[in-house]
């Protein structure tokens, strides 16, 4: 249903494309993070387009220890990112893209060797990025990302605070 209205608001002539991308996210509360996110995209006009990105990244402290902690990230977003025409830049294939997400995210903490020690919870979440896009070919688009996340969760009695800067290296297909 989505789809549908998203492709009845573009050109038929739209361009999609998939994103594949390496992640090392800071956590704020605890160590940073890292992982990967597979994304899926078009465009919406010549340089706008729109987003779906989902990821996980996790880590795990003092591994095989007694006292080992293990936490994932998990985010799913949607976006709008803005491609600018700077000509300096488009003749060496260059493209500068801005994007901000929305979406939702899960945090989860486990020691597996205390029991009931797992805790988690789910919020709303926002980041924003900003990179340079090389136009290696017409189809492979290798891309490097810097942002800010931020993640506000749900549950009243949570203290989690799950924020802080992100990279991301990726290609786009």
Do not use: C
């Amino acid at each position: 249903m989505v789809f549908i209205l998203f492709s009845g608001i573009t050109s038929s002539f739209a361009v999609f494309f998939i994103d594949g991308q390496l992640n090392y996210s800071a956590t704020g509360d605890f160590e940073a993070v890292s992982g990967g996110a597979l994304g899926f995209g078009f465009d919406l006009t010549d340089n706008i387009n729109f987003l779906l990105k989902a990821g996980m990244e996790t880590n795990t402290e003092n591994k095989g220890d007694l006292d080992e902690l293990k936490y994932e990230l998990d985010r799913i977003t949607g976006g709008i990112e803005f491609v600018p025409k700077i000509e300096t830049l488009d003749q060496y294939r260059l493209y500068w893209r801005s994007s901000i997400n929305l979406g939702a995210a899960m945090f989860e903490s486990e020691m597996p060797e205390v029991d009931d020690s797992d805790e988690g919870d789910m919020g709303f979440h926002v980041s924003f990025w900003t990179g340079m896009q090389f136009n290696f070919t017409q189809y492979i688009a290798p891309f490097f990302d810097v942002g800010y996340h931020k993640t506000f969760f749900t549950m009243a009695d949570s203290n989690l605070s799950i924020s802080g800067w992100q990279l991301a290296l990726g290609v786009r297909f």
